[in-house]
């Protein structure tokens, strides 16, 4: 059982004073007498007191208060007054409310009993060991107001600003900070150890929060929820705070100091709010003629917080619950509707942006008919199962073009019934012909799940086809029965990695199959684009070339594609046809739709300077509100992190909403589940058991999961196209619908949420696959030649002019003049060509929770060492399980079942090395080379922070993991000396240049290279060691670099094309930077939207120093400004001078300069370099015992 900890917050006062910080504290933490002695009072037994002040009367008091609008304070609150409105004063983003009327006795009480809790609660902020629960404060409050506080004080002064306050029962365990088990000495406890539950109790435990009946002992907890104290940085010049920048996992070990000026500055705003708000309430009811503490009696009951055990027979507590209906209706109110409803809720704000609630008018469908005739058993198929008798528009053409014998695409919107266009046309060819084999290829298990369901109950209402074997063949599919399945089945529902591992490496036992192979369906071929659609582009070709070497030239292909500038172009690209037909008019009807770009406020709604609030939050509000109302909601969250946060937050609302048992309708659904479990997740929500769903993009693509009602996306996803494809997942039964973006604090989210009329404008990004990459090229033809010997005058139909000399370099000649595999990539080439960024080996998150033994989910082993250390919290379907035990041997991570309100963030650094030169180019009248070789990157997790839901440090961990050492390829520069003494003589940060231009070369390189945002990536400089106040222990080299983030450790070969192009990309940036208006540097120069670092150290002055000096360009020196630059702090200087990278020992590599003229380019060697005879550099492939050794670099993926 959790405790809080003995100490109230009086005791902590009386306590001695600590001695007195060292030096680098700049201001230590306030202590309570000092914010006493700062606001004028004095204090008796060193307990804080306020009363001194508490008799001044004012007849005209001057506040501010937050206000209706979207980031609060551009639109000033109407209030009803006595004879017209009070006088309202601007004050930036500030509304100051004044009133005439004098305050009544029992408000200036509750003034003190306001100021008594507001200065007792931000000195409990500053030990983040104590927790504020009422028993905690009460004794130090009532040493101030020197009378009994009781439940009801604090619910009338909530009730005055009720945004502003939380005052409500938790349950005990959410408290816990340190559990049973942990080794840790550092401070940070708010209660004693937890002790985990017996077996039979915690099956229970599982049971009944499933179901909502879960009873816990409570802890009625205060806070103030309108912003926090900040860390105390400050200005190495001046000694004056500055604004704090530095990343949670970068944070120093001990925990973070707050100035007394920043405590008084906080609680001088909240007295004043308060003053504004009561001066607010005088004058609305004197308008009202009604007595204002009669009022205030009366509204305050519904602020009295009650335990959970008894609100079952009590109205809800909070004005947001008012308007819920008690079970989740069957029949929902309209959108519009409901959006009203929504919007006149206590919380809401104006967060909906100006111009960004958007309504789209209902489509009426338009139909086409069929050039021939279908049976009568297909026709009432249609009808029995779908309801179908009559085709869209798009469908018939589509079906025709395929009957007629050419190859389609088609492009049409989300939920347009696609899939009957390449239903048809198998059933037709199998009512004609039995023998006839079609082949469906999806890029995702669930969706080829989802639509066998879909043809195998269409077959069922088919007389004479009802026994056809249409069955999945892919990874899980059980080695027992695939050779049934490849011999029996006439659909086989595939992938593209089943296709490049078996069936084509395979080819004589799948003989039958494709040479009565008819249709290959390809859905989602918009998935297919960069470094994997190249790879599916190649499989393709194969795949072609086989059918023809077998006798089968029929073979239709049809496709299917979210709405993209060039579908047409993509699909000939992809198959490497000719003959395609494009079908994009969508005549399929669509219902009214409303589209909002919804802001998350400001933690003080009317003080931008507070920050933004908890999107998390703010997005499980919306989602709870719109699931109570009977809205059937998805969430898509970026990465699977924020898919569990977000499962947490909206369980945590429906707790504080009293509809706890509403929690077993909400599921999250992401990468990493058990395949078990994503398919009873899928059927549960096809079946429409489950209101509401909190997924990644594994559910962007068309998984039939039945009716949604609204789409929330948290955070804008990276590109307009996903966007667009999420909010289409909505109204798929021609319902009005609504699609929500929630916009986080990052730049890219607050560009949109200033500029919404691009999500509706901006035209959709072309498809772009890369078919003369080497690398990729090179491994298909390895594969092709070992399914069937390469005739090179033949296949060049296949696989380009390029073939040729590929066969000749890389591949092994017979008599008869066919080239076959080379002995590297034998005996299994398809094995060592992958084809996207799966690995084989993953950890199994096991739940041991008193011998539970469970699998939750399995991790793949790059992510795993970011996701799961011991003593870290790890999230699964919302829930919090505590990392006991973690085994790289076993791959195993054991994880036991814990309840709290905390999570861990990882605290690591990233090191990124060339250690190999393989090719040398030097730049066009330059002394500047640039070099290309092999890249090691180095990761650590050295610890770990436990934060609570408001991102505030609870405690600091560290841990002992071996590095993770990731081998690619890359190309990288040396910054010339002569720069480096150039920024150093202007004091410009030669870490914050380097960043700069690394950025501006990166997001160049697409003009070069065909390739997609990620595939290359560079180092980003961190904060906190580049602003360091102290030498660190490494300097790192003057040195621009980038690597391949794909391909393992022979790369993907994309940062070797975009080397071929090296002497115009630093033109091109050079010029951009040279050309931008920016002072400080912008995303159209060398700021970066994927930036890791947040664009935080980053110098544009800098920049063009360092691009020019490559160049060999004039630099204006004088013309520079002197640093330090507004936004990059003064710190010690981390850069030195770069030592060249040497080739490998004895090897020898020519000095190439590129020489352009009238559109060609001629390659001059200019010199030779060999590598010195006392070093070899291989070493560094080696592995060590030390290290952790992985194939690919963790991402963000889902």
């Not at 004050?91 to 305050?103: A, F, G, K, L, Q």
């Not at 919007?343 to 942006?353: A, M, N, S």
């Not at 033809?781 to 005739?791: D, F, K, T």
């Not at 993770?964 to 003589?985: H, N, Q, Y």
Request: glycine share 6%; charged share 30%.
């Amino acid at each position: 059982m959790v405790k809080l900890q003995a100490a109230t917050v009086s005791n902590q006062l009386l306590r001695k004073p600590r001695k007195r910080k060292r030096n680098d504290d700049t201001e230590g933490t306030a202590s309570a007498e000092s914010l006493v002695a700062e606001s004028g009072t004095t204090s008796e037994h060193a307990i804080v007191d306020i009363t001194s002040n508490d008799e001044v009367a004012t007849d005209s008091v001057t506040t501010t208060v937050p206000t209706k609008t979207q980031d609060g304070g551009k639109k000033p609150r109407r209030t009803k007054t006595n004879g017209g409105k009070p006088a309202l004063v601007r004050r930036d983003s500030s509304t100051i409310v004044e009133t005439t009327i004098p305050w009544p006795p029992e408000f200036k009480k509750l003034e003190q009993i306001h100021k008594a809790l507001n200065i007792v609660y931000t000195f409990c902020c500053t030990r983040k060991q104590i927790a504020t629960s009422f028993e905690t404060i009460k004794t130090a409050v009532e040493g101030n107001i020197k009378r009994q506080l009781t439940i009801g004080d604090i619910a009338r002064v909530k009730a005055l600003v009720p945004r502003t306050i939380q005052f409500s029962y938790v349950p005990e365990s959410m408290l816990t900070v340190n559990l049973m088990g942990e080794e840790n000495l550092l401070q940070g406890r708010r209660v004693k150890d937890f002790f985990p539950q017996s077996f039979r109790e915690q099956e229970n435990h599982y049971e009944a929060e499933r179901h909502g009946t879960l009873k816990e002992q409570e802890i009625l907890l205060f806070e103030f929820v309108d912003g926090d104290l900040k860390r105390q940085v400050t200005d190495t010049k001046t000694g004056e705070p500055i604004k704090a920048t530095h990343k949670l996992r970068h944070e120093d070990l001990k925990m973070p100091v707050y100035s007394q000026k920043q405590m008084m500055k906080l609680i001088e705003k909240r007295n004043v709010k308060f003053t504004s708000a009561v001066n607010a309430w005088l004058n609305e009811c004197a308008a009202a003629s009604q007595d204002p503490y009669e009022r205030l009696e009366k509204e305050h009951e519904q602020f009295i917080p009650q335990p959970s055990e008894s609100r079952e027979n009590t109205p809800g507590q909070e004005l947001s619950k008012t308007s819920l209906p008690k079970t989740i209706p069957t029949e929902r109110a309209t959108i519009p509707e409901i959006v009203h409803e929504i919007k006149g809720l206590e919380w809401y704000t104006g967060q909906i942006v100006p111009d960004g609630h958007r309504v789209f008018d209902p489509q009426e469908p338009v139909y086409g008919e069929l050039n021939f005739e279908l049976s009568q058993d297909l026709v009432n198929a249609l009808y029995n199962t779908r309801n179908i008798q009559q085709l869209y528009s798009h469908q018939a053409e589509a079906i025709n073009a395929l009957h007629e014998g050419h190859n389609v695409i088609v492009s049409t919107s989300t939920s347009s019934g696609k899939s009957l266009i390449y239903q048809l046309p198998v059933l037709h060819e199998l009512e004609r012909d039995p023998l006839t084999r079609a082949m469906y290829i999806f890029p995702t298990k669930a969706l080829a799940q989802d639509q066998k369901r879909s043809l195998k109950h269409l077959l069922s209402y088919l007389p004479g086809l009802e026994d056809v074997v249409c069955e999945t063949f892919d990874g899980d599919t059980p080695m027992a029965d695939r050779n049934a399945i490849r011999d029996e089945a006439r659909i086989i529902f595939t992938n593209p990695d089943m296709l490049h591992l078996t069936i084509l490496p395979q080819e004589e036992t799948w003989r039958t199959f494709l040479q009565n192979l008819k249709y290959v369906v390809m859905d989602e071929l918009h998935v297919y684009n960069g470094l994997f659609g190249a790879h599916v582009s190649f499989i393709m070709r194969r795949l072609r070339r086989i059918c023809a070497a077998v006798g089968n030239r029929r073979v239709k292909f049809v496709s299917c594609s979210a709405t993209v500038a060039n579908p047409e172009e993509h699909m000939q690209t992809i198959f490497g046809l000719n003959d395609v037909r494009l079908v994009d008019f969508d005549g399929s009807p669509s219902g009214r739709k409303e589209f909002l770009c919804w802001n998350t406020p400001f933690k003080d709604p009317g003080d931008p300077t507070s920050g933004r609030g908890d999107t998390f939050a703010e997005t499980a509000r919306l989602f709870c509100q719109l699931v109570l109302r009977g809205v059937r909601v998805i969430a898509f969250c970026r990465v699977r992190k924020q898919c569990e946060i977000l499962t947490t937050a909206v369980k945590t609302e429906l707790t504080t909403l009293e509809r706890p048992e509403v929690m077993a309708r909400i599921m999250a659904y992401r990468g990493g589940y058990t395949p078990q479990d994503r398919r009873r997740i899928e059927k549960e929500m096809f079946e429409g058991k489950l209101m509401g769903i909190v997924g990644t993009n594994a559910l962007e693509l068309g998984v039939d999961i039945g009716s949604l009602d609204a789409v929330v996306t948290v955070g804008f996803p990276y590109t307009i196209a996903n966007l667009r494809q999420q909010s289409g997942r909505a109204g798929r039964r021609n319902k009005d619908s609504l699609s929500i973006l929630v916009g986080d604090c990052f730049p890219t989210d607050q560009y949109y949420m200033a500029n919404p009329d691009e999500i509706f404008t901006k035209p959709n990004c072309e498809l772009q696959v890369d078919l003369t990459n080497m690398l990729v090229l090179e491994g298909h033809i390895q594969c092709a030649a070992h399914e069937m010997p390469v005739n090179s005058d033949a296949d060049d139909t296949f696989f380009g002019k390029q073939l040729q000399e590929i066969c000749e370099e890389r591949l092994r000649k017979d008599d008869l003049g066919f080239y076959h595999t080379d002995a590297r990539f034998l005996p299994h080439p398809s094995r060592t060509v992958a084809i996207r960024d799966t690995e084989d080996s993953h950890f199994a998150i096991v739940d041991t929770t008193h011998g539970r033994n469970v699998v939750l989910e399995e991790l793949e082993a790059s992510r795993a060492f970011f996701t799961i250390y011991e003593g870290g919290i790890f999230l699964h379907q919302g829930r919090t399980y505590h990392v006991k035990h973690m085994s790289t041997e076993r791959m195993i991570a054991e994880v036991e079942y814990v309840k709290v309100d905390w999570t861990t963030q990882q605290r690591d650094y990233t090191d990124i090395d060339p250690i190999e030169t393989e090719a040398i180019r030097r730049i066009p009248g330059s002394l500047s080379r640039a070099f290309f070789g092999t890249i090691k990157i180095l990761q650590n997790v050295f610890g770990f922070f436990k934060v609570d839901k408001k991102r505030r440090i609870l405690d600091a961990v560290q841990v002992d993991n071996p590095p993770i050492i990731i081998f690619s390829k890359g190309m990288w520069l040396d910054v010339p000396k002569r720069a480096i003494e150039i920024l150093t003589s202007r004091r410009l940060n030669v870490a914050g240049a380097i960043h700069a231009a690394e950025h501006a070369i990166l997001s160049l390189m697409p003009n070069f290279v065909i390739s997609m945002p990620g595939d290359v990536k560079t180092e980003c400089k961190v904060a906190i060691k580049e602003f360091a106040k102290k030498e660190t222990s490494r300097k790192r080299p003057a040195r621009l670099t980038f690597y391949d983030d794909k391909g393992g450790q022979h790369g993907s070969g994309i940062a070797a094309k975009a080397f071929e192009f090296i002497d115009l990309l630093l033109t091109q940036a050079c010029e951009r930077v040279e050309a931008c208006h920016c002072h400080e540097g912008c995303l159209e120069c060398c700021c970066s939207e994927r930036c890791r670092e947040a664009n935080q150290v980053m110098s544009k002055a800098g920049a063009e120093v360092i691009l020019k000096a490559l160049l060999n360009k004039e630099i204006d020196v004088d013309s520079l400004p002197w640093g330090e630059e507004e936004r990059i702090q003064a710190g010690i200087e981390t850069v030195i001078v770069a030592e060249e990278v040497r080739p490998a020992r004895g090897r020898l590599i020519d000095v190439v300069e590129v020489k352009r003229e009238g559109g060609g380019a001629e390659r001059i060697v200019v010199e030779r370099e060999s590598g010195p005879r006392d070093i070899d550099n291989s070493n560094e492939l080696n592995n060590d015992d030390d290290v952790i050794v992985v194939k690919e670099e963790p991402t963000e993926e889902n």
